[in-house]
């Protein structure tokens, strides 16, 4: 027993010091700034944190393989087609390492709103990220305004009032429930 719970700790020490090497700080907080990002999109599009300065960034976490990540989707498009026209953009960041995988999820589901690929999981796990899928609101000025943990219903009235409201900035600051 005392060899095997050597080796776990051995694997989590490794573990939480490759995190660190790789700077993945988990110390993502509400109110506080998200850390920068450099990703390629579905279409090409290279895109960054800058890139959506000024605009409310819905940054969902998620794969093709994921139950609750697919469950999702269908509601991340219907917020896309809400919120067109406002300063709120999503982008859903995939771990899939199949490439195919991933393009035949896009298809399949219709998806609407921009997507990029991260197989290494790196941007992931720089945010702190544990599990899939894993949301951060981010507000215009690139400050974490909330983590959601899990499959969130994104065209609920309370979702859609709340990224309303952040955009037109009426709130200010980390909110953590919704109304």
């Known amino acids: 027993m005392g060899g095997r719970r050597a080796s776990v700790s051995g694997a989590v020490l490794t573990a939480l010091l490759a995190c660190a090497l790789a700077g993945c700080s988990g110390r993502v907080r509400p ?6 990002f450099s990703l390629v999109t579905a279409d090409g599009r290279p895109v960054t944190l800058a890139s959506f300065r000024g605009q409310v960034l819905v940054l969902d976490f998620w794969a093709s393989w994921c139950p609750p990540c697919v469950e999702e989707a269908p509601a ?4 896309a087609q809400q919120l ?3 300063p709120v953009r999503i982008l859903a960041v995939s771990i899939d390492t199949d490439p195919a ?3 035949r999820f896009l298809q399949q589901y219709h998806i609407r709103f921009a997507t990029a690929r991260d ?9 702190g990220t544990v599990q899939i899928p894993e949301t951060y609101i981010i507000d ?4 974490l305004a909330r983590k959601i943990v899990g499959a969130m219903d994104w065209s609920a009235p309370g979702m859609v009032a709340y990224l309303k409201d952040l955009a037109a900035g009426r709130i200010n600051g980390p909110l953590t429930a919704l109304r």
């Open 76 to 79: 991340l498009n219907a917020l």
């Open 31 to 36: 109110g506080r700034p998200v850390p920068d």
């Open 84 to 86: 067109a026209g406002r």
């Open 119 to 127: 197989p290494s999981a790196a941007l992931m796990h720089r945010y």
């Open 101 to 103: 995988a991933y393009r």
């Open 140 to 143: 215009q000025q690139g400050r």
